[in-house]
Each structure stands twice: as structure tokens, then as C-alpha cells.
């Protein structure tokens, strides 16, 4: 009764399994790379009817590695959080929260790829044609030979983007609008983001064009947002910054094809975002020159570097209350500790003034690494004496006043010699000789073991 089981090839180069033999493999379009796979004869039971293993190719380590090919976007500061520009057949999702600039970053990289002659499909689930049509006016963009398209329909997008062979780019703005007739649930839930995203994965791979997912950050811990595709996509790049603010941030969270430590960042303006090449030329300016009271951290935001700057300021205190202690994006009980640091350990005298802490740009800061920071800002605000302007401060301090180690060292380092910092005052390493502190070019390190160092700086050894 048992049927004449069925002949399967698969390929050699992508291990896709057909059901006839052809010259070309359908999935990844190499030739000649079908062979018979073989086959057991059919178990009576279906449940045992798996396909047989085979032998993989086991290849040496070394070998001759080509680096991928780039699409360059044009926008030297997208290409350089990329790793290079776009790798064909790769997937990138932009993350990121709404209204930060996403859909206007997409627009004028897809049209600075169409300018070079490159094929581009813009698909927008969020806006209209003439939706697009007016912002791509305002940033002068409107003569691209973009292909655009409002459609939230999967299926049609696929067989659109297919239906040609020389697509090189398609967007899709954004993947929590995306719809599939086969998913029983509503856009932007998990399991139609999942599915709509799978679905334009393979078709890109399948077809050798790059794909880029555009995606909302939740306020509800991103439920079905940017975290459910992280695994499914080949590099993750969020665009982050404060909406008050002009300065935007794209951060490689993930990049198999690049480091993930490569940030670009750009300016918000009337005529859309413009790149800003010389990043500390923009936070420096923030800063307004040498002001005592403030003071750069060196931060990390998950596994992400971040600058910011700290700002203090203190005035004599008003009336006979308790004097004030007004906080802006840090911890009012961290900063109560610290100033009873630097009264007793330091000499301040802190307690007669009105503290006023702020962390400039919106950003909240919940590291302990950020208290060495604040000193400085405390210390400069007290004593009337800018920090150095190319100054840069990381590092945990304890009730004694002791500087402790904080985590990640290096990745703060990089990221401060990448902004254009020249100093950095960071905790003593705890063994000498062990973990060899190799300051990135055009840093140097002061390591520091006491807050009383930020008081009298010329007083530390070296
Ligand atoms: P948008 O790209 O629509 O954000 P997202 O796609 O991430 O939701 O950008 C929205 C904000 O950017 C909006 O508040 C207006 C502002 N903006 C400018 O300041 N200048 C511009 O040239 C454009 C197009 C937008
Ligand atoms: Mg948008």
C-alpha cells in the first residue's frame, strides 16, 4: 500500500528544497546546483515522513572573504551608521519614535538613490500619494524618479516589487501598517507585523533587492514594534533625539553586515534633515562656549553609547525653607547623596544654595555612571570654573567620595573620541596592567579616584 515515494533536489548553495529538478534554483538563483536528494521509502505513518538529512559542505575557516557589495545612499552620514551603504538583498529596519523623522529621512535617501539612477519603490501605508508629493516639495527632492505607492496590501507590494527585475531598493514605511489577507488579526499586532515582515523578507532575498522596514517605537514597551522583527532583519539602525530638539541620532543597534557601534547624525531643519559631519561641532555649540555649571557624560543607553551634556546651577537660597533641589531628567535622591559627598568629602559649601540639575536635550539618565558627571557640573557650578570644554566625565561615585568602574568603558571612549572629545576623567582602573586602557585616537584619559580630583584638579597624580 506504501505510495512510490516522491523525488525531492535540493540545492547545494541555499539548501532549498524542490519538487522537480531544474537548472536553476528558484530561491537563490544558482545554476546547476539541484541534485536528487535521497529518499527513505515512505514510514506507513506520516508523522515519521521528515525530510532526510544531508551531509552539509564543511568549508576551512580561512578562505578568501569578499566584502559585500554597497548600494551608497548618498547620505554619507546613513551610509556610515549602515557600515558602508545598503548591502543588496539585505534587510534594515528603522526604528524609531513617531514624528522624529523617519518617513523624511527615507524620502530624501530614496530619492538621492533614484538621482543616481538606482530603481526605488516607496511604499507608504501611513499617507497618501500627494502626501508624499508635498513633503518631498519641501525638501526639494520632487524631481527623483521615485516610484511611489500607498498600499498596505503585502501580497500586491510583493508581486509589484517583483514584477521587475532591476528593483534595487523598496521602502516600506512603515511595517505596523502592513497587512496580509492569510494573518486573522488587525495591522500593528505581533503576528501580522511578523508575518507582513517574513513575507517581504524573503521576497527581497529571493529577489536581490534591499529592503527597508520602517518602524514605530511603542510607548508600551514596543510591543509590536522594532523588538518583535530585531532577529528577523540584518541590521537594526534607530533614529533617536529629542523632538524639542534639532539634532537626531541613527544608531546601528545591529548590523551583520558592520559595527554596531557606527552612529550618523543629522539636524532637523525647515528643509528637512541635513547631515552634520562634524558631530561635536553641534553639541559643542549646544553647550554655549565655556559656561561654568556644565559638564559632557559619556552614557550608554542599553548597549548604545550617548553624550549629553549635564548642566547645575546654583544660587543662594530664598526665604527660610529648605532649599530647593529641582531635577530635570536624573534622580532627585542620587543628587541629594552627591551633595552631601561633595560637602563633606570635598569642602562645597552646598547646603545654603538653591540646586538646580538638568540634563540638557530631554533625555532621562538613569546610570550611576552619570554621578561623576554631575559632580563636575556641581563642582564647576560652585567654584566658578568652566570644565573643559573637550572634556568628557564617566564613572559611579560612592558615599566616601570614591570614583568606581562602570561598565563598557571602552564603547564610551569610542564614542567620545568619535564626537570629537579630547579628555576623558573616568574612574582609576582597579589592577593596574590588567585590561590595558588603550584611549582611542585623539583621547586622552585622566583617570580619577577621588571626587576631591574635580576641586583641585593639579593636585592628582598622573
Ligand atoms: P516624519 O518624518 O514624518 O516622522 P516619522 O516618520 O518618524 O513619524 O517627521 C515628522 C516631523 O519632522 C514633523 O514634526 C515635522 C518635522 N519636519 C521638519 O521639521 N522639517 C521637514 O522638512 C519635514 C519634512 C518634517
Ligand atoms: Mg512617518
Known amino acids: 500500500m506504501a505510495k512510490k515515494p516522491a523525488r525531492q533536489y535540493g540545492c547545494t548553495a541555499c539548501g532549498a528544497v524542490h519538487a522537480k529538478w531544474a537548472g536553476q534554483c528558484d530561491a537563490c538563483q544558482e545554476w546547476n546546483t539541484l541534485e536528487e536528494l535521497p529518499v527513505e521509502p515512505l514510514a506507513a505513518s506520516s508523522a515519521a515522513r521528515a525530510v532526510p538529512g544531508r551531509r552539509v559542505k564543511l568549508e576551512a575557516l580561512q578562505g578568501v572573504v569578499q566584502p559585500p557589495p554597497r548600494v551608497r545612499s548618498g ?6 551608521a549602515l557600515g558602508g551603504g545598503l548591502v543588496p538583498a539585505s534587510v534594515v529596519l528603522v526604528g524609531g519614535d513617531p514624528g522624529i523623522g523617519k518617513s523624511t529621512l527615507l524620502l530624501q535617501a530614496a530619492s538621492r538613490l533614484a538621482e ?4 526605488v519603490l516607496y511604499i507608504s501605508g501611513e499617507e497618501a500619494v500627494d502626501q508624499i508629493r508635498l513633503r518631498a516639495r519641501r525638501l526639494g527632492v520632487e524631481g527623483a524618479k ?13 508581486a509589484t516589487a517583483e514584477a521587475e527585475a ?9 511595517i505596523q501598517t502592513m497587512w496580509l489577507e492569510t494573518v486573522e ?12 515582515a517574513f513575507e517581504l523578507i524573503r521576497s527581497a532575498k529571493r529577489r536581490g533587492f534591499c529592503l527597508i522596514l520602517v518602524g514605530h517605537v511603542t510607548k508600551e514597551g514596543a510591543l509590536a514594534g522594532p523588538r518583535v522583527l530585531e532577529h528577523m532583519v540584518d541590521a537594526v539602525m534607530y533614529f533617536e533625539g529629542d523632538r524639542g530638539h534639532q539634532f537626531r541620532i541613527l544608531r546601528a543597534a545591529k548590523n551583520r553586515y558592520g559595527a554596531t557601534d557606527e552612529i550618523g547624525v543629522f539636524a532637523m531643519t525647515d528643509r528637512g534633515l541635513e547631515e552634520v559631519s562634524n558631530p561635536s561641532a553641534l553639541f559643542l555649540a549646544e553647550r554655549r562656549g565655556n559656561i561654568a555649571g556644565s559638564a559632557v557624560f559619556a552614557g550608554l543607553e542599553g548597549s548604545r553609547p ?7 546651577l546654583l544660587s543662594p537660597k530664598g526665604g527660610d525653607g529648605a532649599p530647593r533641589r529641582a531635577v530635570v531628567g536624573w534622580d532627585s535622591g542620587r543628587l541629594a547623596m552627591l551633595l552631601a559627598v561633595l560637602e563633606t568629602r570635598c569642602g562645597l559649601k552646598l547646603s545654603g544654595m538653591d540646586v538646580y540639575l538638568n540634563v540638557a536635550g530631554g533625555l532621562k539618565v538613569a546610570e550611576p555612571a552619570a554621578d561623576l558627571a554631575v559632580a563636575a557640573a556641581l563642582v564647576s557650578a560652585a567654584t566658578g570654573v568652566p570644565t573643559s570644554p573637550g ?27 568619535k564626537l570629537g572629545f579630547t579628555q576623558a576623567v573616568l574612574p582609576r582602573r582597579v589592577a593596574r596592567g590588567s585590561a590595558p586602557a588603550r584611549p582611542p585616537e585623539g583621547l586622552t584619559l585622566r583617570e580619577s579616584g577621588h571626587v576631591s580630583d574635580l576641586v583641585s584638579p593639579d593636585a592628582q597624580g598622573e
Not at 185 to 196: D, E, F, I
Not at 396 to 412: F, H
Open 306 to 312: 550617548v553624550l549629553l551634556e549635564v548642566q547645575a
Open 75 to 80: 547620505i554619507a552620514e546613513l551610509d556610515r
Open 146 to 158: 521615485l516610484e511611489l505607492a500607498a498600499s498596505i496590501n503585502v501580497a500586491d507590494i510583493i
Open 116 to 119: 543616481q539612477g538606482e530603481r
Open 391 to 417: 572634556a568628557v566625565y564617566f564613572g559611579e561615585v560612592g558615599l566616601s567620595g570614591e570614583i568606581r568602574q562602570v561598565a563598557q568603558a571602552d564603547s564610551r571612549l569610542k564614542e567620545a573620541a
Open 166 to 174: 532591476d528593483v534595487r531598493v523598496v521602502v516600506i514605511d512603515s
Open 185 to 196: 488579526s488587525a495591522p500593528g499586532t505581533v503576528s501580522q507585523v511578523r508575518a507582513c
